[in-house]
């Protein structure tokens, strides 16, 4: 009995020193309070994580490669702040929810048993909160966890920190609602740690935001220092092609076993142990508040090696996701978006349109993008007008356009103009508005018409509501497949930047994967989006048709060099 009463003494007076640790003290926090497999956690053979641990900045960013224990750790620092910090309260986000119940069953519940400290921290907690959903340590600290895949999750939770957990994977517009919930906090501490999917993607764009540092080798052979790269220095015995041609079955007639990483410039092979490495900032006379790390699998050296990197390369259906996972890295591919070579094959020239009707197609904003365009008899959409209009002067060139071009079907944004469209819809019964909807299923879009009923109290509505992610996906197979070309001219090169400005990458939800298409980090997307409202407004010409009935289809035309561009600031002939 007096065992007892002295352990527990004990441990009140550690709690209690505890509280005056900052958060500097945290990577020694991890390995004095948390256990692995019975024994003190230790950084041996992940000693880069030490580092990431111990900064103190408001903002961190890892961007990272999988299966270096980033997660784990990650949840060794959320249980670290909430116990050093006096009052503390931490948002811990996962992709789903359904994940995070996992991971806290699975990963967190077992650190916790595992410390004698924790454990009586949350047995001693005011609450005796103990769920999948929200741990109480001691008298005041909070640890919840949610998922970035329902737009309540961030609701009624106020905090001091939040770490977001593969980030690249959540639902953006979800994730950054948690934000929210740190205003009142003094501290504001967010980390993000994610591997990666296409350049500008989240982490990406959050990790180019940053002072980035990367780990880099001193070789102990001739004191060259380098950042260590899987494409350019690592070399196979007797194999000379690129790293990216070996297959699992090339691997049977090479080397790979012997595959090693050398040094650049003494050609041997250094040591990457961490006595040999050092954090090297790369952008240091840039002044971002987030600090940003890359971990890439050479900085683990004894956990994977190069021959195993090798043989992991060939696992993959896609070169880019090994990229990704593999070493940590952005990259990108033709299932990533729309390609330049995409948009250059689909460039024609052309010197007028040869279609009696036509249809628009605009994105709306202080530039309105818009696209007017024919169908021919194989369904095939041809823009043959193109033109960016401030919004000042869109009404009067709307018109005058819808005139020109006898345009039977109209699909513009409902946003932000909303007011602008409900007013042009008074007068024009084959304009439709478009708004984003997220739904299951394989629908891309439904269309709502009907007519002012004064006598039910119903106003005119023309609207339709657009699958956003599938309907973009099924632009790319339009413009791949050839059955969506455009009329070269002077808006070419913005129309070729802002086509492949958005990319693709992959989302997690309650349900499992989807393919998402990201707005991009730097850049625009508004013809992108202009293309899509054009081609919608081709799918509903039969619903629009009220002025000048189907548009006659046009089964073949003749390409003509292009005459010289008009002056105005669009472009096309009718």
């Known amino acids: 009995m007096s065992d007892q009463i002295t352990r ?32 003190p956690y230790s950084f041996k053979d992940h000693e880069f994580q030490e580092r990431i641990l111990s900064d103190e900045s408001q903002i961190t960013v890892t961007r990272k490669c999988s299966q270096v224990g980033m997660s784990e750790t990650s949840l060794r620092l959320a249980l670290g702040l909430v116990s050093i910090m006096q009052n ?39 609450s005796g909160a103990d769920s999948a959903e929200v741990k109480q340590l001691g008298s005041g600290g909070f640890l919840y966890f949610r998922g970035a ?66 780990n880099f080798v001193r070789c102990h052979h001739c004191g060259h220092r380098f950042c260590p790269s899987y494409l350019d220095h690592v070399k196979i015995p007797g194999y000379d092609d690129e790293l990216r041609r070996i297959t699992k079955s090339t691997l049977a007639r090479i080397r790979y076993k012997e595959a ?107 530039i309105c993008r818009l696209f007017v365009a024919g169908v021919t008899s194989r369904d095939e959409l041809i823009i ?93 197979d339009e413009l791949r497949g050839g059955r969506i070309k455009i009329r070269r001219t002077k808006d070419a090169k913005d129309i070729k930047d802002q086509l492949t400005a958005s990319k693709r990458s992959k989302k997690v939800t309650e349900d499992g994967q989807l393919s998402i298409w990201n707005k991009p980090s730097h850049g625009d997307d508004h013809f992108h989006y202009a293309l899509l409202y054009t081609w919608l407004a081709a799918q509903i010409r039969g619903a629009a048709s009220r002025g000048y009935g189907q548009a006659p289809m046009v089964g073949t035309f003749k390409l003509r060099p292009p005459k010289s561009e008009q002056a105005r600031s669009g472009t096309g002939m009718g």
Not at 95 to 122: C, E, H, Q, W
Not at 181 to 192: E, F, G, Q, V
């Open 8 to 39: 527990l003494h004990l441990q009140r007076l550690k709690m209690a020193t505890t509280g005056k640790l900052t958060r500097r003290d945290l990577a020694k926090w991890v390995e004095t309070e948390t256990f692995i497999n019975g024994k």
């Open 88 to 126: 503390f309260s931490l948002i811990y986000v996962f992709p789903t929810a359904t994940f995070a119940k996992l991971y806290v069953k699975t990963r967190l519940d077992p650190i916790i048993n595992g410390s004698p400290f924790l454990r009586s921290a949350v047995r001693s907690s005011d």
């Open 149 to 214: 895949s329902s737009d309540t999750a961030a609701i009624s939770v106020a905090a001091d920190a939040i770490i977001y957990d593969e980030y690249d994977f959540a639902d953006q517009e979800i994730a950054g609602q948690f934000q929210s919930r740190l205003t009142h906090s003094p501290h504001k501490i967010r980390a993000y740690l994610s591997t990666p999917s296409v350049p500008g993607g989240p982490i990406d764009a959050a990790f180019q935001d940053s002072r980035r540092h990367w």
């Open 260 to 366: 090693v990483l050398l040094c650049p410039h003494c050609g041997k092979i250094p040591s990457l142990q961490p006595e040999h490495r050092e954090w090297v900032i790369e952008n240091p006379t840039e002044n971002h508040i987030a600090t940003g790390y890359q971990v890439q699998p050479f900085d683990a050296p004894n956990i994977i090696d190069v021959p195993y990197l090798v043989q992991a390369s060939t696992g993959y259906g896609r070169w880019a996701d090994f990229i990704n996972f593999g070493l940590g890295l952005p990259a990108e591919d033709a299932d990533s978006g729309i390609t330049p070579q995409d948009v250059d094959a689909a460039m024609i020239e052309m010197d007028s349109s040869p279609f009696h009707t036509h249809v628009i197609g605009g994105d709306m904003g202080l």
């Open 384 to 476: 043959v007008h193109t033109e960016q209009i401030p919004i000042g002067d869109f009404r009067r060139r709307y018109a005058e356009l819808a005139r020109q071009y006898r345009v039977t079907s109209k699909v513009l944004d409902a946003q932000p103009y909303v007011e602008t469209l409900l007013n042009l819809q008074e007068h024009d019964f084959n304009l439709f508005a478009a708004y984003f909807v997220t739904k299951k299923g394989i629908a891309i879009y439904d269309t709502v018409s009907r007519e002012e009923n004064a006598a039910e109290g119903k106003t005119a509505l023309r609207q339709i509501s657009v699958n956003k992610h599938p309907a973009l996906d099924m632009i790319l």
